[in-house]
């Protein structure tokens, strides 16, 4: 079949089979499908939808465009984690030793920021002398050794979805779950995961902002999990305001470590559980959830999660004082001030990408791929929803470079709605449901 018959028949309604799919995406990837066939092809789908098992055989051809990891070396049920993307989510910081703790090996790639969302490599790389970058042999071999190693993407992983996904941006086709499922999908199983937890976030500071569109997109990505023999859960998480209170990089490591600590924010701490126990029952180590959520609470009151945390930040290179002084080993920025409310009142809304923005205008994120950053600086939420304030009184402190940052104030400033005491306001719960 020529190209621009698969157009049409996606255009008409009619599902792929397994081979025009392969077909598309190799000839993609060979340049032999050229960027305006592709986008009419991506255009046909956002309207007509994918099956469940067009889905996960064009999860599987993106996943097999190119390079695989083979964690076949590792003994046990490799278990991966993803989260869509939020602001202030460090729970990969925290999960991950907690995981590997529990007796659960963890080989996980990460990726950087971008715009108003972090990334869990740019986090880690705040810690001086961590290397992010690891060879093959040397990430295999300190999974062996320490049960633990986070790296950056490297290697010529899913090809056809890099191309796809650039594609997709600048031809309005983002926003269809069959190809952002299969886009997320196809990296964790060319990354070798045998079992993937996924933390799907929902609200004002996420891609997805309804619960019925994070409720499609989780569900699409468990579908395509059990469609190629990848056990996948699905946690929904509320992103109707940051998590935790740290937005910016060694502010957010600091974070993690002090919820290592045991001296966590409530939803940090219940979402890292929550995630690290679902990881932990996929990966074998606990045969219920509930034995799964007394196994990780308690290897993160026992201080087990926090010295696992310390050996891999040693591992990779990095400060393991860090585990023990977060505020003396990381870089701290040179001025701190307070953005404070207008009016007295309760915090009825927190805009979380805005206060993404706001952190990125103070160097924390980056507008553009490969832009430096800045690892010092950020925010703190100094109040967060449902907490009263008087006028006056602080809603965030700004951690900053330069000693007037008057852009990023007002945008956090702005991003604060304050009602008077008493008002009825809709509030969502942290976890809004589990997909499996
Ligand atoms: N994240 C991805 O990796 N792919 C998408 O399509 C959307 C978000």
Redesign the pocket.
């Known amino acids: 079949m020529r190209i621009v018959d698969l157009i049409a028949k996606k255009r008409d309604g009619a599902a792929h089979t397994q081979s025009e799919l392969s077909r598309l995406m190799d000839g993609y990837c060979r340049g032999e499908v050229p960027d305006y066939q592709m986008a009419a092809w991506a255009m046909a789908v956002y309207f007509q939808g994918m099956t469940a098992s067009e889905t996960a055989e064009l999860t599987l051809a993106m996943a097999q465009s190119g390079e695989q990891i083979d964690l076949s070396p590792i003994p046990g049920v490799k278990v991966d984690k993803h989260s869509?993307?939020g602001v202030g989510d460090k729970t990969t910081l925290i999960v991950a030793p907690l995981v590997a703790a529990c007796g659960v090996p963890v080989a996980k790639m990460s990726g950087r920021g971008l715009g108003h969302t972090g990334g869990t490599i740019d986090k880690l790389e705040s810690i001086p002398g961590m290397r992010t970058e690891l060879g093959r042999e040397a990430f295999l071999a300190q999974v062996a050794s320490e049960g633990l190693a986070v790296v950056g993407q490297s290697g010529n992983l899913t090809p056809a979805?890099k191309r796809l996904?650039g594609l997709?941006d600048v031809t309005a086709t983002?926003e269809?779950i069959p190809?952002?499922?299969?886009?997320?999908m196809s990296?964790k199983i060319a990354a070798g995961a045998d079992a993937i937890v996924l933390d799907v976030k929902c609200g004002n500071g996420a891609?997805m902002k309804t619960a019925a569109e994070a409720e499609a997109l989780a569900e699409a990505m468990v579908a395509i999990g059990s469609g190629v023999g990848r056990a996948t859960t699905a946690v929904i998480s509320s992103m109707a305001q940051p998590l935790g209170t740290a937005i910016g990089n060694a502010l957010e490591v600091a974070e993690a470590i002090r919820t290592l600590q045991g001296e966590g924010s409530e939803d940090l701490t219940e979402l890292s559980l929550l995630l690290a126990a679902h990881m932990v029952r996929l990966g074998g180590a606990a045969s219920s959830e509930e034995e799964a959520m007394e196994l990780v609470r308690s290897r993160l009151a026992d201080g087990s999660a926090l010295r696992r945390f310390a050996r891999f930040v040693a591992a990779q290179g990095g400060d393991a004082s860090v585990a023990d002084a977060p505020d003396e080993r990381l870089p701290q920025a040179p001025y701190r001030f307070e953005v404070s409310a207008e009016q007295e009142g309760v915090v009825a809304e927190i805009d979380a990408a805005q206060l993404g923005t706001a952190a990125m205008i103070l160097g924390a994120g980056r507008a553009e791929k490969d832009e430096p950053i800045d690892h010092a600086v950020g925010l703190t939420l100094l109040r967060k929803l449902g907490e009263p304030v008087r006028a006056g009184e602080a809603l965030a402190a700004l951690h900053a470079r330069t000693p007037a940052a008057d852009e990023a104030s007002r945008l956090v400033r702005e991003a604060f709605r304050i009602v008077p005491a008493g008002t009825q306001t809709a509030r969502s719960p942290l976890v809004l449901s589990i997909v499996t």
Not at 179 to 184: D, E, K, N, Q, W
Request: proline share 0%.
């Open positions: 869509t993307g979805d996904y997709r983002v269809s190809l952002i499922a299969s886009s997320i990296k891609f």
